[in-house]
């Protein structure tokens, strides 16, 4: 008996959802979403482009900008077929499986984005507050190993999830509240107890996203004390501008992940409307803002972008 209510309450597939209230207009949609997803794919493919192809920009800060554009390919190549699915073919359904897939890679992405701005954090703090050090200190195969270190931190604490959504039976509404699987979402379609899943997805984010967030806080702070220590003002203005588009990055990345993960774990009167233009903002803009802002605020990527497109 147990066997057969199983079968009957544990649905073959998830439902995605659009924008709530706009089905109707979901054909109009698909347009902007097209457009950031072929500007993201685009922008981040030509700065690898260009940094692989330039020696001049082998050093570690364009390094770690070449690490997260492949990081934000990822991203959007994880989210596009089922965002696009649902807003140009009303495509909805989506197999356990592939949820569990997606939100795996989506989870892992997004860890190794917040560890590649950490880097990028530490690559500033050692240029502006020990610049006479900063080529032994970054070399190349520390680069690397960092780089690897890192990713394989995300690969540890991710894999466990689809393992432990596994093991559920779904019993309640197979509608998810987004475009793409989540793990915070699909685990409250489960009539299991979830205070492990709960526990665990908690430990995760304090340990990576709340760590990596509080060390490039403190990375800042010594910047800043080592900047209002230099005499020149002109030296000064110098110094922050180097970190500008680093901290665009920062705050775009941060407030919109630590927005979505309050809203899920504490906002349940929440507006859905809310919730899913927070979960488009963490994964659509970033890969879309950061070639964006990098390219425009770095002399020597947008050189060497204006000489690749010559050639």
């Not at 500007?39 to 070449?66: A, C, Q, R, W």
């Not at 050090?133 to 931190?153: E, P, Y």
């Not at 203005?237 to 665009?248: D, E, G, P, Q």
Request: hydrophobic fraction near 50%.
């Amino acid at each position: 008996m147990s066997a057969v209510n199983d079968t009957k309450f544990t649905p073959a597939v998830f439902l995605l959802t659009g924008i709530p209230g706009q089905e109707d207009v979901h054909l109009w949609i698909s347009i902007p979403l097209c457009l950031m997803y072929v500007i993201s794919i685009v922008g981040n493919s030509v700065i690898l482009f260009v940094i692989k192809t330039d020696p001049s920009l082998h050093e570690p800060m364009y390094i770690f900008l070449s690490m997260l554009a492949i990081t934000d390919l990822g991203i959007s190549i994880s989210t596009l077929p089922t965002i696009l699915g649902i807003y140009l073919f009303n495509s909805r359904e989506i197999s356990f499986e592939a949820c569990f897939a997606q939100l795996f890679f989506i989870h892992l992405l997004q860890l190794i984005e917040s560890s590649m701005l950490l880097l990028m954090a530490f690559d500033r703090f050692v240029a502006i507050c020990n610049p006479l050090r900063h080529a032994s200190i970054l070399t190349l195969q520390r680069i690397d190993n960092m780089g690897l270190v890192f990713v394989l931190r995300s690969v540890a604490v991710i894999f466990p999830l689809p393992f432990l959504l596994k093991r559920f039976r779904y019993c309640r509404d197979n509608v998810l509240s987004h475009s793409y699987c989540l793990h915070q979402e699909v685990m409250k379609a489960a009539c299991s107890d979830i205070t492990v899943n709960n526990i665990y997805g908690l430990f995760v984010t304090l340990l990576t996203v709340g760590l990596d967030s509080l060390l490039i806080f403190l990375s800042y702070v010594m910047i800043l004390k080592t900047v209002l220590s230099i005499a020149s003002n002109a030296e000064c203005l110098r110094a922050l501008n180097t970190c500008v588009s680093h901290l665009c990055a920062v705050v775009m990345f941060y407030s919109a992940e630590i927005g979505l993960a309050v809203i899920h774990r504490f906002g349940k009167g929440s507006s859905p409307l809310l919730k899913t233009v927070l979960g488009y903002i963490s994964l659509l803009v970033p890969p879309l803002i950061n070639p964006i802002v990098y390219s425009v605020k770095s002399r020597h990527l947008r050189a060497g972008i204006i000489r690749a497109f010559i050639k």
